[in-house]
C-alpha cells in the first residue's frame, strides 16, 4: 500500500487543487453528535483546507451553522451535492448505503466503522473503491493518543453511566449529616478499569459514594486506588494476565466461574453496578447473571455499558431501561451521544489530529508506511487491507511471511530445528495457539499501561 501520493489522492476538487473536507449530518438513530467543531474547522481552513458542512449538522449538539460560516467552512444545504464533492468525507457513524452512492470512488471516509462487526459494510466499501479509515481502529501506541477516539468517547459514556445511576437510584448518592439522621453513602461496584471504568469510578466519588472496582489486570490497582476506590482482589492464580497492547487476555472457564461467584458476592451489596467489559469485535462476556440480580437489593440499579454487544448483565435489554426482581437495569445505548457538545468536541479533536497525518500544506498525502495511518484503514484501492477484518472475512493476509535466513554450514549442523526431535524428524503436535486479545473483564476502552485512559 505504500503509494506515492499522487497515485493514493484524490483529483482535486473545485477548491484550486485544495483537499475538500466534507461534514455529512448524522442519520443514525438517536445520534446528536458531530464530526467536526468550528474551532476543528477553523485550524483546518487557516491550513489550507476547504470545508464544507451540511445545513444543521452541528444543531443537535450546540454548533450552529453560523458558528461554522464565521469559522471558514461553506453550509451546503443539499446533502447528496455535499458528498458529490467531497475529498474526505467526516462523520460519527457510518454513512447509509445510499449516501455512499454519492461518494465518488477514490474518495476517502473517516468514520466509526466497526469493521470486524460490519464485515458486509466494510466488503461494500472496498467495492466501491473507498478508502476508509475507522476511528476504532487507531492503533494502541503513545504517539496515537491524541487521536484514541474509543478513549475519548468511552470518557463520556463513564461520565454518563453515574449520573443515570444517580437519577434511577431511590437514594443519595452521598454520606449526610441532617437534623432528621444521617444517611449513610450509596455502594458502587465498577466491574472493568479501562477509560470508561475509571472514568465512573472518579464521577461516582465525586458524588460521594463508596466505590470498589475489579478488572483482570493487576496492573490497573494503582490507578484505581489512585482515585478513592477499592480495588477487588480476585485470585486467578496467574500473573500474565494482559497482552503487550493492554488488552486483558480471554480467561479460562475456571477463572471465569470464580470471577463470576465473587463478583456476584459484591454485587448483592451494592446499590450499583456499572460494568464495561467488552471483547473487541464480538459479543460482550456475561457478568453478571439472572441469579444475582435476584439477589440484589430492591431499588439496586445496573447500569450496562456493554449493552450495544449484547450486555455484560443476562437480563440487560439493549437500548432499554427495565426493572427486573426490584433491579433498575439500564441498557441505554450511545451514551456519548446523550452528551453531544463535549462527546463532539473531544471527538473533533481525535479527527483533526487525524487528519494532520494526511494532509499535507492543503493536500491529500496518504503515507500507508505510518504506522497509524496504516493500522487505521480499512479499505483501499478496491480491497479490504485491515488484518484483523481480513481475518474475519476468511481473506489471507495482505503481508508476505518473511523468509527464513539461511543458516550457515556449521550453524545448522551445531543447532538442531527446535520443531524436530534430534534425529531431525518432526516432533508430533502443534504449536500452541496464543491466547487471545480479548478480555473477560477488561473495561471499554481499556488502555495500555501507561497510556491514557480517560482513555480508551
Same mark, same amino acid.
Given at each position: 500500500?505504500?503509494?506515492?501520493?499522487?497515485? &493514493?489522492?484524490?483529483?482535486?476538487?473545485?477548491?484550486?487543487?485544495?483537499?475538500?473536507?466534507?461534514?455529512?449530518?448524522? &442519520?443514525?438513530?438517536?445520534?446528536?453528535?458531530?464530526?467536526?467543531?468550528?474551532?476543528?474547522?477553523?485550524? #483546518?481552513?487557516?491550513?489550507?483546507?476547504?470545508?464544507?458542512?451540511?445545513?444543521?449538522?452541528?444543531?443537535?449538539?450546540?454548533?450552529?451553522?453560523?458558528?461554522?460560516?464565521?469559522?471558514?467552512?461553506?453550509?451546503?444545504?443539499? @446533502?447528496?451535492?455535499?458528498?458529490?464533492? %467531497?475529498?474526505?468525507? =467526516?462523520?460519527?457513524?457510518?454513512?447509509?448505503?445510499?449516501?455512499?452512492?454519492?461518494?465518488?470512488?477514490?474518495?476517502? =471516509?473517516?468514520?466509526?466503522?466497526?469493521?470486524?462487526?460490519?464485515?458486509?459494510?466494510?466488503?461494500?466499501?472496498?467495492?466501491? !473503491? /473507498?478508502?476508509?479509515?475507522?476511528?476504532?481502529?487507531?492503533?494502541?501506541?503513545?504517539?496515537?493518543?491524541?487521536?484514541?477516539?474509543?478513549?475519548?468517547?468511552?470518557?463520556?459514556?463513564?461520565?454518563?453511566?453515574?449520573?443515570?445511576?444517580?437519577?434511577?437510584?431511590?437514594?443519595?448518592?452521598?454520606?449526610?449529616?441532617?437534623?432528621?439522621?444521617?444517611? &449513610?453513602?450509596?455502594?458502587?461496584l465498577v466491574v472493568g478499569a479501562g477509560v470508561a471504568g475509571l472514568q465512573a469510578i472518579a464521577t461516582a466519588r465525586r458524588l460521594g459514594a463508596v466505590v470498589e472496582a475489579y478488572d483482570t489486570r493487576p496492573v490497573v490497582k494503582e490507578q484505581v486506588e489512585s482515585l478513592g476506590a477499592r480495588f477487588v482482589d480476585i485470585d486467578i492464580?496467574?500473573?500474565?494476565?494482559?497482552?503487550?497492547?493492554?488488552?486483558?487476555?480471554? %480467561?479460562?472457564?475456571?477463572?471465569?466461574?470464580?470471577?463470576?461467584?465473587?463478583? %456476584?458476592? !459484591?454485587? @448483592? !451489596?451494592?446499590?450499583?453496578? /456499572?460494568?464495561?467489559?467488552? *471483547?473487541?469485535?464480538?459479543?460482550?462476556? !456475561?457478568? /453478571? &447473571?439472572?441469579?444475582?440480580?435476584?439477589?440484589?437489593?430492591?431499588?439496586?440499579? *445496573?447500569?450496562?455499558?456493554?449493552?450495544?454487544?449484547?450486555?455484560?448483565?443476562? #437480563?440487560?435489554?439493549?437500548?432499554?431501561?427495565?426493572?427486573?426482581?426490584? +433491579?433498575?437495569? /439500564?441498557?441505554?445505548?450511545? #451514551?456519548?451521544?446523550?452528551?453531544?457538545?463535549?462527546?463532539?468536541?473531544?471527538?473533533?479533536?481525535?479527527?483533526?489530529?487525524?487528519?494532520?497525518?494526511? *494532509?499535507?500544506?492543503?493536500?491529500?498525502?496518504?503515507?500507508?508506511?505510518?504506522?497509524?495511518?496504516?493500522?487505521?484503514?480499512?479499505?483501499?484501492?478496491?480491497?479490504? +487491507?485491515?488484518?484483523?477484518?481480513?481475518?474475519?472475512? $476468511?481473506? $489471507?493476509?495482505?503481508?508476505?511471511?518473511?523468509?527464513?535466513?539461511?543458516?550457515?554450514?556449521?550453524?545448522?549442523?551445531?543447532?538442531?530445528?527446535p520443531a524436530t526431535s534430534g534425529d531431525g524428524t518432526a516432533t508430533s503436535g502443534s504449536p500452541p495457539e496464543q491466547p487471545a486479545e480479548a478480555a473477560s473483564v477488561s473495561g471499554v476502552g481499556a488502555a495500555p499501561t501507561g497510556a491514557t485512559p480517560a482513555e480508551r
Amino acid at each position: 500500500m505504500a503509494e506515492s501520493a499522487a497515485e &493514493t489522492s484524490p483529483d482535486p476538487g473545485a477548491h484550486g487543487g485544495r483537499v475538500t473536507l466534507a461534514v455529512a449530518k448524522e &442519520t443514525a438513530a438517536n445520534e446528536r453528535r458531530v464530526a467536526l467543531v468550528p474551532d476543528a474547522v477553523a485550524k #483546518l481552513v487557516a491550513g489550507g483546507v476547504a470545508v464544507t458542512i451540511e445545513a444543521g449538522a452541528g444543531e443537535a449538539s450546540a454548533y450552529l451553522d453560523d458558528a461554522y460560516q464565521k469559522a471558514g467552512a461553506t453550509v451546503v444545504p443539499d @446533502a447528496a451535492a455535499l458528498v458529490r464533492g %467531497a475529498d474526505v468525507l =467526516l462523520r460519527v457513524q457510518k454513512p447509509e448505503p445510499a449516501e455512499l452512492d454519492s461518494l465518488r470512488p477514490g474518495a476517502v =471516509l473517516v468514520a466509526f466503522l466497526a469493521p470486524m462487526m460490519n464485515t458486509d459494510s466494510a466488503q461494500d466499501l472496498a467495492r466501491r !473503491r /473507498i478508502t476508509a479509515f475507522s476511528m476504532d481502529a487507531i492503533p494502541r501506541t503513545t504517539r496515537a493518543q491524541s487521536m484514541d477516539a474509543l478513549s475519548s468517547q468511552s470518557t463520556v459514556a463513564g461520565y454518563k453511566a453515574v449520573l443515570l445511576a444517580a437519577d434511577h437510584l431511590p437514594r443519595f448518592f452521598p454520606m449526610l449529616t441532617t437534623a432528621a439522621g444521617s444517611i &449513610t453513602p450509596a455502594k458502587v461496584l465498577v466491574v472493568g478499569a479501562g477509560v470508561a471504568g475509571l472514568q465512573a469510578i472518579a464521577t461516582a466519588r465525586r458524588l460521594g459514594a463508596v466505590v470498589e472496582a475489579y478488572d483482570t489486570r493487576p496492573v490497573v490497582k494503582e490507578q484505581v486506588e489512585s482515585l478513592g476506590a477499592r480495588f477487588v482482589d480476585i485470585d486467578i492464580g496467574t500473573q500474565d494476565t494482559q497482552t503487550a497492547g493492554g488488552y486483558a487476555k480471554e %480467561a479460562s472457564p475456571e477463572v471465569l466461574k470464580k470471577q463470576a461467584e465473587v463478583l %456476584a458476592e !459484591r454485587a @448483592a !451489596r451494592s446499590d450499583v453496578v /456499572i460494568t464495561t467489559a467488552l *471483547i473487541p469485535g464480538r459479543p460482550a462476556p !456475561r457478568l /453478571i &447473571t439472572a441469579q444475582t440480580v435476584s439477589e440484589m437489593r430492591h431499588g439496586s440499579v *445496573i447500569v450496562d455499558l456493554a449493552a450495544e454487544t449484547g450486555g455484560n448483565c443476562e #437480563l440487560t435489554k439493549p437500548g432499554e431501561i427495565v426493572v427486573e426482581h426490584g +433491579v433498575t437495569l /439500564i441498557g441505554t445505548l450511545n #451514551l456519548p451521544s446523550q452528551m453531544p457538545f463535549h462527546a463532539s468536541q473531544m471527538y473533533s479533536k481525535n479527527v483533526q489530529n487525524l487528519l494532520a497525518l494526511f *494532509i499535507k500544506d492543503g493536500r491529500l498525502n496518504l503515507n500507508f508506511d505510518d504506522d497509524i495511518v496504516k493500522g487505521t484503514v480499512i479499505t483501499h484501492d478496491g480491497e479490504v +487491507v485491515h488484518e484483523a477484518t481480513r481475518s474475519r472475512l $476468511g481473506l $489471507g493476509s495482505l503481508t508476505p511471511e518473511p523468509e527464513p535466513a539461511p543458516a550457515s554450514p556449521s550453524t545448522a549442523e551445531a543447532t538442531p530445528d527446535p520443531a524436530t526431535s534430534g534425529d531431525g524428524t518432526a516432533t508430533s503436535g502443534s504449536p500452541p495457539e496464543q491466547p487471545a486479545e480479548a478480555a473477560s473483564v477488561s473495561g471499554v476502552g481499556a488502555a495500555p499501561t501507561g497510556a491514557t485512559p480517560a482513555e480508551r
